[in-house]
């Protein structure tokens, strides 16, 4: 099977503007979950998506929305960027139920100018 | 709340040493998992293995090996042989029984010179 794959892979954006980040799962996989990688914290989690209801969501600001598809594909957007939202956007899929393991893309890394 | 701590910020070994990541985990829960990844400079992070809170064996793959114990909440992850290819960054993650949030530590930069 293909694996995670995000687009795009390198994205340069101005303060204010506003990006789309996509992520196709696994053939299979009906959970998508989000995470965001910085120097400073590390690797924090967004939010997660199962058959096209958030399911879970993390503790970052209003401007970070996400959604599902009926085909599991995932869109994440960030509106009125800032400085600080430039990081490696990284997306993960799974089956489905709460036991099984997470199988992350290559990534997105949004730079904030 | 929960939490993963990895002490360790940089290693850096030489090629053929024995190398050993440490992982301490903080949980209320009792039912838990635990995982290690792999994250190259490439940016994608690498599945390893997965660990569950009521399997307390350890596990061996080739030169991978994992020390699970509850009674002192670690997860180490032991490299023998260590090999230029295994310079990365190693997370150790950790989720509960519902849904699918990671809570990661901030991860060990490995360097293995040649």
């Known amino acids: 099977k293909a694996g995670v794959t995000q687009t795009p892979r390198y994205l340069i954006k101005t303060r204010g503007q506003q990006v789309t980040l996509s992520c196709s799962p696994i053939?299979?996989?009906?959970?998508v979950s989000w995470y965001q990688q910085t120097p400073g914290q590390g690797l924090q989690f967004l939010f997660e998506y199962f058959s096209e209801t958030q399911r879970n969501k993390g503790n970052f600001p209003g401007r970070f929305s996400g959604r599902q598809f009926s085909n599991s594909r995932s869109e994440m957007n960030v509106s009125t960027l800032e400085l600080g939202d430039s990081a490696l956007y990284l997306c993960?899929?799974?089956?489905?139920?709460?036991?099984?393991?997470?199988?992350f893309g290559p990534g997105t890394r949004l730079t904030v100018l | 709340a929960q939490k993963v701590t990895q002490a360790q910020t940089e290693i850096s070994v030489v090629e053929k040493e024995d190398v050993t990541l440490d992982c301490v985990y903080e949980t209320r829960d009792t039912t838990y998992y635990l995982f290690w990844y792999k994250q190259p400079p490439s940016g994608e992070l690498v599945f390893l293995i997965r660990r569950n809170s009521f399997d307390e064996q350890n596990e061996i793959s080739g030169r991978y090996s994992w020390n699970f114990q509850k009674s002192t909440s670690s997860f180490n992850f032991t490299i023998t042989a260590s090999q230029v290819v295994d310079s990365a960054v190693y997370f150790c993650a950790l989720k509960n029984n519902q849904g699918g949030k990671l809570i990661f530590g901030q991860g060990t930069e490995l360097s293995v010179k040649p």
């Open positions: 053939s299979g996989h009906r959970s």
């Open positions: 993960a899929s799974r089956e489905g139920t709460s036991t099984d393991t997470q199988y």
